[in-house]
């Protein structure tokens, strides 16, 4: 295989995302995955084959960074940037067993990437295993909050429609100590919620 990224061919690349994948998932298996050592699903909803095209799109952007004198292209996408992320995923904070699930309370940073809605789903689906209906889970916390009508807008705005904190509160008509008040009673329904399948779960 040609050491330059840009001579590799179709075939090629073919080649080296099924050995990277396979790579992948020998690598993250039995580590401390909050899903379990046996998961195939690790953080965010990753699987082997996404940490093996991540690599291979982090090589393409940053061909430099690999120096063929330390080993082949393959090795490097295993050993620098498949394991490197693997890694760092498994130190994550999000990667915690934990019956504790919040909704931030703060305005986020312009940089961040994530909508309202995705930031939702990494605090609350991830701390739930595979087999939960997450439909089921909606269907609890919406049934808990019901006659608390902040709440119920705070979970709408930032669940479904994807809101900031400052959108939720011109939207809602909302004061400001509202929405915080709001969000704390949300977050301890958030908690409840997490606990409750948690031990449901147990006891199957």
């Known amino acids: 295989?040609?050491?330059?990224?840009?001579?590799?061919?179709?075939?090629?690349?073919?080649?080296?995302?099924?050995?990277?994948?396979?790579f992948a998932h020998s690598w993250a298996k039995g580590?401390?995955?909050f899903r379990g050592t046996k998961t195939i699903t690790f953080l965010e909803g990753?699987?082997?084959?996404?940490?093996?095209?991540a690599a291979i799109c982090k090589?393409?952007?940053e061909p430099d960074k690999y120096e063929p004198q330390k080993g082949s292209m393959l090795d490097y996408l295993k050993y620098n940037l498949v394991r490197s992320a693997i890694a760092n995923d498994l130190r994550k904070k999000e990667n915690?067993?934990?019956?504790?699930?919040?909704?931030?309370?703060?305005?986020?940073?312009?940089?961040?990437?994530f909508s309202y809605s995705d930031r939702i789903m990494l605090y609350t689906a991830t701390q739930f295993p595979d087999d939960i209906d997450y439909a089921t889970i909606k269907t609890y916390i919406e049934s808990e909050i019901q006659e608390d009508k902040d709440?119920?807008?705070?979970?709408?705005?930032?669940?479904?429609?994807?809101?900031?904190?400052?959108e939720i509160i011109e939207e809602f008509n909302m004061m400001p100590v509202?929405?915080?008040?709001?969000?704390?009673?949300?977050?301890t329904v958030l908690d409840r919620a997490a606990k409750f399948f948690t031990e449901k779960r147990t006891l199957l």
């Open 1 to 22: 295989m040609d050491t330059d990224v840009n001579k590799v061919t179709d075939s090629e690349w073919e080649e080296i995302i099924l050995r990277l994948t396979a």
């Open 31 to 33: 580590k401390g995955w």
């Open 46 to 53: 990753k699987e082997a084959k996404d940490y093996a095209l």
């Open 59 to 61: 090589l393409l952007e």
């Open 96 to 113: 915690v067993t934990t019956a504790e699930i919040r909704v931030k309370n703060e305005e986020q940073d312009d940089d961040d990437h």
């Open 151 to 166: 709440a119920e807008n705070i979970l709408l705005g930032v669940y479904t429609l994807g809101m900031k904190r400052r």
């Open 178 to 187: 509202s929405y915080d008040n709001g969000m704390r009673r949300l977050n």
